[in-house]
C-alpha cells in the first residue's frame, strides 16, 4: 500500500524544517522585544525550544499532494442501504408508511434500498401461497427460514416507501424456487416482474441470496454454474419485459477471504458463465459475530485489515472480468449485529473507515445492512436514528463519488481518506476536498497538514467537525462538542464546523471520527 502520510522522528528531514522555521519566527519575535535581555533571552530560548522540540515530536504529519488526478470514481448512490426481506414476514410492524421513517430515509439519498437477505430464498408471491405454516429455522444464525408469502399490496407499498425516499428499489428474487430438472422456476419472477412494469416502478433486480452457503443453510445446492444460467434467463425476462436498462447485480457470494476461498472461487466460476447477463459483480462482507464481539474488537486494528485482505482476495479471482464490484450487504457484525454495539457510537470506525477504504478500493457501492432491524440497524425500533445514521448522512453531505489517493493507513491509530468534497458542501462553488477518518487511539493526536505543491495558503480556510461520545458505548454522538440531534420536524440540525486556518494544527481527541473540508483548495480534480 502506497502511503504519503507518517508519523514523523526527530530523524526526518520534514521534521526538521518544522522545527527550523518554528526557530526562525520565534527568534525575530525575539529580536525585535527582547534585544535588551541578551542573556536571559539565551535562556529562555533554549526553553522554549525544549518546550516546542517535545511539542513537535507528537505532531503527526500528513502530506497532502494538490497537484493528483482522480483516483476512482464510485456511484454516486454509493452509500446505500437495505432492508432485509425477512422484514416482510410481518409487514404491519414494518413502518414504510410511516413519515418520520420515511424523512430519516430521505436524509440518505440518493441510495439504493436492497431488498433482499436470506428470507428472499423464502418468499412466495400472492397467489402461490407456501405451503408449510411450521416454523424452521437455519443451523448457522437460528434465522426464520420458513416459507412466507407477500402480496401485489406489499410489492407496491416497499417501491412507494423508495420512491419517496428518494431511493432506487433492488429487489431480490426467490432462487430456491426450481423446477423438477434443477432449472429455477421463474414464474413468480414473471408476476412480480409484470406486476413492477404495470406500475411503471423502476428497479433493479438480484437472484438468490449467499448462494454459496445454501448448502449450510437450505440443505440446497445450487452450482455456479446453474446459478449463471439461472441469471441468463432472468436477464432475458427483463429484457422482454421493458426492463432491458434495469440492472441485475450478483451472486450475492460471502465467505470472500476464508482459507479455502470457496466464495471466490463460486464467484469467478459464476461470472465465467453469466457471460453478460450480470451488470455488477456483488458480495456480502462481516467483521466480526456478533453473538460474541466485544468493544476491544471495533477498535481493533486487526480487525480493520480484514477488509482489506476480502477484497484483495476477491479482486485476485475476478479481475480477468473487467466487470464493477458491488459490496451489496455489509455490517459491522453477522447474526443482525452485535448487541449495545452495532447500534452504538463505537461502531462508527468500522463503518467510515469501510467507507472510506471501499471507495479507494474499487468498490462502486456499499449497502448497509440494515436500514431497520436488528442490531446493525442505521434507524433504532423507536424511529430515532442510531450513531451509523449520522455518521452516514454527514458523509452523504460532505464527501463527493470523486475519491482521491492515496488513503493513510499506516500511522498506529489514524486512518483517513480523501474525496472531491460533495457539491452541496461547497461555498460559492469553489472546489473543495473532504479529508475523513478515524482516530482509534485513548489518546488525543496533534496532526499537521503540509501541502506538496500548494497553492497559496492564504485562500484556504478548513472546516473540521469532529465526531465523539461520551463513552464508546454511547446512544449518542456529538459533532465538535455538541449532540446530535433531528429538529422537532425531522430535519437535520446545522453543522457547525470549527474553522482552522491550513497552517494550524489540529487537534482529534482519543477515539475519534472527523470530516476536515479543505475549502478553496486549488485542485484541479476537484473543479465542478
Ligand atoms: C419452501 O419452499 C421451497 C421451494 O422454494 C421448498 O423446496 C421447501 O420444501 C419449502 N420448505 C418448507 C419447509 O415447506
Ligand atoms: C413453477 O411453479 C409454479 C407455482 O408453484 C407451478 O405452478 C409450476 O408448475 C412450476 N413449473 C414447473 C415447470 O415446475
Ligand atoms: C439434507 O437433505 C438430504 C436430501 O437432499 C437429506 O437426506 C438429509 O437428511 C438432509 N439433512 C438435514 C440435516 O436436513
Ligand atoms: C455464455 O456464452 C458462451 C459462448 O458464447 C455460451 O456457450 C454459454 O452458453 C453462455 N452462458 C450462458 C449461461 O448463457
Ligand atoms: C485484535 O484482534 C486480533 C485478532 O483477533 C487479536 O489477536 C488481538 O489480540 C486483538 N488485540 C486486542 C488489543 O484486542
Ligand atoms: C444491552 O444493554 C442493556 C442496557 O443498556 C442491557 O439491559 C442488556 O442486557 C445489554 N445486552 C447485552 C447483550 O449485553
Ligand atoms: C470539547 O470539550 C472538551 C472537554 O470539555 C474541550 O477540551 C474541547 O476543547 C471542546 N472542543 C470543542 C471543539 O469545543
Not at 527582547?34 to 542573556?39: A, D
Not at 472480468?321 to 448487541?339: N, Q
Not at 455538541?482 to 464546523?497: A, E
Request: charged share 20%; hydrophobic share 40%; with cysteine.
Amino acid at each position: 500500500m502506497k502511503y504519503l502520510g507518517n508519523k514523523k522522528s526527530g530523524k526526518d528531514p520534514q521534521y526538521r524544517n518544522i522545527i527550523e522555521s518554528y526557530e526562525i519566527t520565534r527568534k525575530r519575535n525575539i529580536n525585535i522585544h527582547w534585544y535588551m535581555l541578551g542573556f536571559f533571552v539565551v535562556l529562555l530560548i533554549l526553553y522554549l525550544f525544549t518546550l516546542n522540540l517535545q511539542r513537535v515530536e507528537d505532531v503527526t504529519v500528513i502530506n497532502l499532494d494538490t497537484r493528483q488526478s482522480i483516483h476512482r470514481r464510485t456511484s454516486t448512490r454509493y452509500l446505500s442501504y437495505g432492508l432485509d426481506t425477512s422484514l416482510l414476514r410481518d409487514m404491519k410492524t414494518l413502518p414504510i408508511n410511516d413519515k418520520r421513517f420515511v424523512m430519516l430515509a430521505r436524509h440518505l439519498s440518493p441510495a439504493y434500498v436492497r431488498v433482499g437477505g436470506t428470507s428472499a430464498d423464502c418468499l412466495f408471491f400472492d397467489e402461490t401461497p407456501s405451503s408449510s405454516a411450521d416454523k424452521i429455522f437455519d443451523p448457522i444464525n437460528g434465522e426464520d427460514i420458513s416459507n412466507f408469502t407477500i402480496t401485489h399490496k406489499d410489492f407496491l407499498a416497499l417501491s412507494r416507501f423508495a420512491r419517496k425516499s428518494g431511493a432506487r428499489m433492488i429487489f431480490d428474487l426467490n432462487v430456491l424456487l426450481r423446477r423438477p430438472d434443477g432449472s429455477w422456476n421463474y414464474s413468480d419472477a414473471e408476476k412480480i416482474i409484470s406486476l413492477a412494469k404495470e406500475h411503471n416502478i423502476e428497479l433493479d433486480w438480484q437472484l438468490g441470496n449467499e448462494p454459496n452457503s445454501f448448502h449450510h443453510v437450505f440443505n440446497r445446492t445450487v452450482t455456479a454454474t446453474q446459478l449463471a444460467s439461472d441469471y441468463t434467463v432472468l436477464r432475458k425476462l427483463l429484457d422482454d419485459n421493458g426492463y432491458e436498462s434495469s440492472n441485475l447485480i450478483g451472486p450475492e457470494v460471502n465467505h470472500i477471504g476464508d482459507a479455502n476461498h470457496k466464495g471466490e472461487l463460486y464467484g469467478a466460476e459464476f461470472l465465467k458463465h453469466a457471460n453478460t447477463s450480470v451488470t455488477y459483480f456483488s458480495w456480502h462482507q462481516y467483521y466480526l459475530n456478533g453473538h460474541i464481539a466485544t468493544v476491544e474488537d471495533f477498535i481493533n486494528r486487526t480487525v480493520f485489515d480484514y477488509l482489506a485482505n476480502q477484497i484483495n482476495s476477491l479482486s485476485n479471482f475476478i479481475r480477468g472480468y473487467h466487470i464493477r464490484v458491488w459490496l451489496s450487504e455489509t455490517s459491522s457484525a453477522w447474526g443482525s449485529g452485535a448487541p449495545n454495539l452495532s447500534d452504538r457510537f463505537v461502531a462508527g470506525f468500522l463503518w467510515l473507515d469501510k467507507l472510506g477504504y471501499s471507495a479507494w478500493a474499487g468498490i462502486d457501492v456499499v449497502t448497509r445492512q440494515s436500514f431497520f432491524g436488528g442490531h446493525y440497524a442505521l434507524v433504532a425500533h423507536d424511529l430515532t436514528p442510531n450513531p451509523d445514521w449520522w455518521v452516514s448522512v454527514i458523509y452523504k453531505q460532505f464527501v463527493s463519488e470523486r475519491v482521491l489517493d492515496p488513503p493513510i493507513l499506516d500511522s498506529k491509530a489514524l486512518r483517513l481518506y480523501w474525496h472531491c468534497t460533495a457539491k452541496s458542501a461547497l461555498i460559492n462553488r469553489v472546489p473543495a476536498i473532504t479529508q475523513y477518518g478515524v482516530h482509534l487511539d485513548n489518546k488525543p493526536m496533534k496532526v499537521a497538514i503540509r501541502m506538496i505543491n500548494p497553492a497559496p495558503l492564504k485562500s484556504i480556510t478548513l472546516h473540521l467537525y469532529v465526531l465523539t461520545a461520551d463513552h464508546l458505548q454511547s446512544r449518542f454522538i456529538k459533532m465538535n462538542n455538541q449532540t446530535l440531534m433531528l429538529r422537532p420536524d425531522g430535519k437535520l440540525p446545522p453543522f457547525n464546523p470549527i474553522i482552522l486556518d491550513p497552517d494550524e494544527k489540529i487537534e482529534f481527541p482519543p477515539h475519534s471520527m472527523y470530516f476536515l473540508i479543505y475549502h478553496g483548495m486549488q485542485i484541479p480534480a476537484c473543479e465542478v
